[in-house]
């Protein structure tokens, strides 16, 4: 079982930045998958990005590749997402999951553990 908190949510103007922190709980933390999602008002779910437990790989959506940046510190049992240039559009509650299949998952019911959100605002 593994329990996911996030935090590091707000308010920001656009073209600022944000990091993300999820703090999960779990002895093997370092096999999950960890993932960032999104979700605005009115619309589904979407993939962010990801970081492979096995291989350390990253995968990132087309919109926020160049902005964002996953990373995970495995001692700490957190994976962040550093958010840059930050657009209007990138508003939403994020939430970071984690799963331990064998390959990367950009796929959100592949997750098994999901954390409560974070809301972050990008004003214009």
């Known amino acids: 079982q593994v329990q996911l908190v996030e935090s590091g949510g707000g308010l920001v103007q656009a073209g600022g930045s944000l990091r993300l922190s999820c703090a999960a709980s779990?002895?093997?933390?370092?096999?999950?998958?960890l993932g960032w999602f999104r979700q605005a008002p009115g619309k589904e779910r979407e993939f962010v990005s990801a970081?492979?437990?096995?291989?350390?790989?990253?995968y990132y959506v087309d919109d926020v590749k160049g902005r964002f940046i996953i990373s995970r510190d495995n001692a700490k049992n957190t994976v962040y997402l550093q958010m840059n240039s930050l657009k209007p559009e990138d508003t939403a509650v994020y939430y970071c999951?984690?799963?331990?299949?064998?390959?990367?998952?950009?796929?959100?019911?592949?997750?098994?553990?999901w954390g409560q959100g974070t809301q972050v605002t990008v004003s214009s």
């Open positions: 779990g002895r093997t933390f370092s096999r999950y998958n």
């Open positions: 970081v492979s437990g096995s291989t350390g790989r990253t």
């Open positions: 999951a984690a799963d331990d299949n064998i390959f990367l998952t950009t796929i959100s019911d592949d997750y098994d553990y």
